[in-house]
């Protein structure tokens, strides 16, 4: 993991774009820490529940990188707001614009929150049309408790593209919607310092487009198969969920072992045993798997087995802690403090 952070900004840093890495992978302010300590500035989470955590131990430097929409939420973004003034949003409709401001003009809050515009640059989750932009812009320019300060347009679409040719020009285009929109707000008279995108798949190409100020990744710090099999082996696979074997039945070439889906994702493929060649994995409901082997040496009762998560981000928010270790020693337990936050 610590090779993966070094990597990483090795990687950026020369490129003189801000890093601020995803926490929705490791849901951790102490390792959002690191990677501050490491050369990060601040990081993004997804929710406003994930903001609060955080920043109640002592992280606030944030990009909620998700709308934040509905008065339940927009009240809560406000009391977060109150004490946390770092927090920035983003926002990819009128309707959520005008929301957050008319909370904020009530709170007796003076300062304005920094507001990011969500830009649509091909992935179709959220983001506003880039034809779009402008308008929105000018929306929020009438809105005295936002204050524009940039623009998020994420290619979530492109990070697992196969192949680093493809991958790069597929993302090029996605960021010429990104830097294209922006310039067209700063000829406008928007002040649009931050421009931010990018994962683990794609920041190096982000970061080396004129006009990206900042890149995003979260998955590289721990990695997964699915990311591994379509990006290489720049970064290495660092988080393993350890599983026992509890169970020997039905078969000579099977055992059974104590991670199903509720330890290990399936969205992205099943979870693979770490240095075991031959020996796949399939989840048996809930709380079992099955190891299975065509030859090879028998596998014992009582083995502990490492699981490479195809998924790293779902799996993480399976599990309450880390158990960080080095050379088979526990060096430290650090807790998945943002776990269930998804709201
Ligand atoms: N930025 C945004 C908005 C995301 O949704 C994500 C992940 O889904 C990331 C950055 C981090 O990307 P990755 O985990 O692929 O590095
Ligand atoms: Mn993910």
């Known amino acids: ?45 997804a929710k406003l529940s994930e903001a609060e955590v955080m920043a109640e131990a002592g992280f606030d430097d944030l990009l909620i990188t998700c709308e934040i929409v509905g008065p339940v939420k927009v009240r809560r973004l ?37 507001v990011l515009i969500d830009l649509d640059v091909g992935l179709h989750r959220t983001g506003v049309a880039p034809e779009s932009a402008l308008a ?21 679409h492109l990070q697992h593209v196969h192949g680093r040719e493809t991958r790069e020009a597929q993302c090029r285009a996605s960021m010429a919607i990104l830097t294209s929109t922006a310039s067209i ?31 995003q990744p979260g998955s ?37 072992i104590d991670a ?18 031959g020996v796949t994995y399939t989840p048996m409901g809930d709380e079992h798997g099955w190891l299975s082997w065509d030859d090879g040496p028998d596998v014992p009762l009582g083995a502990r087995v490492e699981m490479i998560p195809s998924h790293i981000d779902p799996t993480v928010n399976l599990h309450d802690c880390y158990y960080a270790h080095r050379k088979g020693v526990i060096e430290e337990i650090w807790p998945v403090a943002t776990r269930g936050k998804v709201q």
């Open 136 to 156: 929105l812009a000018q929306h929020i320019s009438r809105l005295s408790y936002l204050k524009l300060i940039g623009i998020q347009g994420y290619e979530g």
């Open 220 to 256: 590289f710090i721990f990695m997964d198969s699915d990311y591994y099999n379509a990006v290489g082996g720049y970064f290495s696979q660092s988080l393993t969920v350890l599983s026992t074997v509890i169970s020997k039945s039905g078969s000579e070439h099977r055992v059974t």
């Open 185 to 215: 707000l700063r000829k406008n008279g928007f002040d649009i310092q931050v421009v931010t995108t990018g994962g683990t798949g794609t920041a190096e190409f982000c970061a080396t487009t004129p006009g990206i100020t900042e890149v």
């Open 78 to 114: 406000v009391e977060l707001f109150r004490n946390h003034r770092k927090i920035q949003i983003v926002v990819d409709s009128e309707f959520g614009a005008v929301a957050v401001n008319k909370a904020l003009s009530s709170s007796g809050i003076e300062q304005p929150i920094q």
């Open 1 to 45: 993991m610590e090779e993966n952070i070094r990597k990483l900004m090795g990687l950026l840093k020369p490129m003189k774009v801000n890093i601020r890495p995803h926490l929705k992978t490791t849901k951790s302010p102490i390792l959002a820490q690191k990677l501050v300590d490491a050369g990060a500035t601040g990081g993004c989470v």
């Open 260 to 277: 199903g889906l509720k330890s290990l994702p399936t969205d992205s493929g099943f979870s693979e045993p770490k240095n075991m060649p």
